[in-house]
């Protein structure tokens, strides 16, 4: 069994001795950390307990211009050791590390009360214990048991040890839902094996030769080798620390708070609804239009917050905000943060995302909005586990009821509680053009891949008015889906009247290529010019040139003219009049040479070639020596 144990304190209190002693590895390894003596950045070490749990310990610097640096790591703990110098007792980072963890509920604590080899004073021993207690009193450790330990002498190690392993003993294990992100802490080039991420795995297991992505930014690659508190492993489980060896992606194409999963599971957002709690002591409350840093994961992005009950919640109080991000972040319902004023940084409180992928900016002071997202806070762990489900793109409901475990009654009622609150939605067979089941989608990121999508056909459409669409290929790739997920949306956008399909291509409807008036003139001059020598017509290059390649393209695409070869064309026309006078001609097992195609009209053997080659090529004649007979795609054939 492996679990995650963080450090919080003040600086300078003997956090990253404590863990040497502990570990026998000291966790800084920056340079300037040695040379400074003060952890900078999260470092890491790992231990086996006396009953055997491995345990990975993830170090924190202390000081307050560092504490971006300590969330970068704290998300992640399933417990967390407060460490007090015995010689000062309670200072400020030690208050708001306090404050953290417990509006990351971290789920359980204990204190050390290090340095005590400094501490000769009983009475001052005792006093410390005592601020500690009422320190702990209102959060959600009051009762967290105090070790005394000397990291320079070894004095009570193995009790604390000991305690190490009561406390991880009781801890849950980390659900495994099939769905496995990857926080990103820390990335790295390991010489003879390439880019390395490190972080906690949540929501699901890993594999080595699983494909993976890198979000945001779309950054593909593969799972080339595992590691878990450094020793290899095929399969790593949520809960444990682990590093990714990756083949196909770059280092310096990855950075501290992108998440690593599977490919179609999340999506990044740049909107969330949340609650939240602002600590009694924050010097000032979230103010409605303020920007805050939030701090969820590994990441961290500035926050313009629209607080939707009120103008501010104020120090002490709990409230609904949705949260506009600077930058997109990956995030899932209920996912702990924390959030910091800017500027003088400070630690205002934190919460828990509801809705990731909120559909659209919320109408203030709406009492039916603030009654759905209490009931969704609240929500079942079904409807929590279809919401995880569903956000990997759209799913089936014979893949809902396959993921219910046993209980596709509590599953079919989440669907249904979820339809109601308007965070899934339903897309008909017909729509998807795969199955007669219904698909089911997220509402919020599905709507806005079909806003983008009608954004990217209109842009096209302006770009290139001549094109009759865009190829879905092109489409799927500016938008970056899956081919599943491809096909769904564009039976949706047909299906609801945003798009119209063209052959395999995709319009806006209502949308028609329009000819300028340039366009008009040009046409009509090279219609003349056909019709004054409809077998000997202007080649294709003429055309080209006479028209542009985007107006000839159209032009034939839409039938008016027909390309027989790369050098020959004949308006519709003469081409419908030429095979069916051919044809005739074949009829009662006739037969036709080149030379007698090009005397009979009057034509070059050029023309007379091209013509006869396409029509071998599309079943209507065959050649037999120098000779056609009538092909069995011959019209009346």
């Known amino acids: 069994m492996t679990r995650v144990l963080g450090t919080a304190g003040h600086v300078d209190h003997g956090k990253s001795a404590l863990v040497e002693a502990l570990t026998g590895t000291h966790p800084d390894r920056l340079r300037e950390e040695r040379e400074r003596e003060m952890t900078i950045d999260l470092g890491f070490a790992w231990t086996t307990l006396p009953d055997g749990t491995e345990a990975g310990i993830i170090d924190v610097p202390g000081h307050r211009d560092f504490i971006d640096n300590m969330l970068a790591g704290a998300g992640g703990f399933d417990a967390a050791m407060l460490v007090v110098a015995a010689d000062e007792g309670v200072m400020p980072q030690t208050r708001e590390h306090l404050a953290i963890l417990d509006l990351l509920e971290i789920p359980r604590a204990l204190v050390v009360l290090t340095k005590i080899d400094l501490v000769q004073d009983a009475e001052w021993s005792a006093l410390v214990e005592e601020e500690v207690r009422r320190t702990l009193a209102p959060t959600a450790y009051a009762a967290a048991p105090i070790h005394r330990a000397s990291a320079k002498t070894g004095e009570g190690l193995e009790e604390l040890r000991l305690g190490l392993a009561d406390l991880l003993r009781s801890s849950q294990v980390r659900p495994d839902i099939g769905s496995p992100r990857l926080p990103i802490d820390r990335s790295f080039v ?9 972080g906690t795995l949540i929501d699901g297991s890993l594999s080595i030769g699983d494909e993976v992505v890198i ?82 994961g590994a990441a961290d992005v500035v926050a313009r917050v629209r607080v939707l009950e009120s103008d501010e919640v104020s120090p002490g109080d709990h409230g609904w905000v949705q949260l506009l991000l600077a930058e997109p972040v990956v995030t899932a319902s209920p996912d702990r943060f924390i959030l910091r004023r800017p500027a003088p940084p400070a ?3 934190g919460g828990v995302v509801v809705v990731p992928h909120p559909a659209r900016l919320h109408r203030r002071r709406d009492s039916r909005l603030l009654a759905s997202l209490e009931q969704l806070r609240s929500g079942t762990g079904e409807e929590r586990a279809l919401l995880d489900l569903i956000s990997g793109g759209p799913v089936t409901r014979s893949e809902i009821r396959a993921a219910s475990g046993g209980e596709p009654a509590a599953m079919e009622a989440a669907v249904e509680k979820l339809i109601d609150l308007g965070r899934i939605r339903v897309i008909t067979a017909g729509a998807a053009g795969t199955s007669e089941e219904a698909v089911y ?15 990217i056909l209109d842009a096209y459409h302006v770009e290139f008015p001549l094109r009759v669409g865009v190829p879905r290929e092109e489409l799927r790739s500016r938008l970056r889906v899956e081919a599943k997920r491809m096909e ?36 009509a001059d090279l219609q003349r010019r056909f019709q004054a020598s409809p077998e000997a017509p202007p080649v294709v290059r003429e055309c080209r040139q006479a028209l542009g390649d985007e107006l000839w393209a159209l032009l034939v695409a839409r039938g ?60 209507v004649t065959v050649r037999v020596g120098d000779a056609r007979r009538l092909g069995r795609q011959a019209p009346g054939a």
């Not at 799972?223 to 492993?233: A, S």
């Not at 989608?441 to 954004?455: H, N």
């Not at 009247?497 to 063209?502: E, Q, T």
């Not at 004949?570 to 001609?585: C, H, K, N, P, Q």
């Open 488 to 523: 769904i949306l564009v039976g949706a956008l047909v299906a609801e009247g945003d798009a119209a399909l063209r052959g395999s291509r995709v319009a806006r409807v209502g949308f028609e290529p329009r000819l300028s008036a340039q366009d008009e003139v040009g046409l």
């Open 560 to 619: 008016e003219f027909v390309e027989v070869s790369s050098e020959v064309a004949f308006d519709s026309a003469t081409y419908a009049r030429l095979v069916g006078e051919i044809t005739d001609g074949l009829r009662n097992g006739g037969t036709l040479t080149v030379a007698e195609v090009r005397d009979r009209y009057g034509t070059s053997r050029k023309y007379a070639l091209a013509l006869l080659e396409h029509l071998d090529a599309i079943g």
């Open 441 to 455: 989608v997220e509402a919020g990121p599905w709507g806005d891949l079909r806003r983008r999508a009608r954004a």
């Open 215 to 296: 979000l945001p930014g779309e950054k593909r690659g593969r799972v080339r080798g595992l590691q878990t508190h450094r020793k290899p492993v095929e399969r790593a489980v949520p809960g444990s620390r682990v590093a990714v060896n990756l083949a196909g992606v770059d280092a310096q194409d990855v950075r501290r708070g992108q998440v690593l999963c599977l490919p179609g599971r999340h999506s990044p957002t740049s909107r969330i609804d949340a609650q939240v709690r602002i600590l009694p002591d924050a010097p000032v409350g979230v103010r409605h239009g303020g920007s805050v840093k939030l701090h969820v």
């Open 347 to 349: 630690t205002l409180g």
């Open 190 to 198: 390991m010489t003879g094996f390439g880019t390395v991420v490190t």
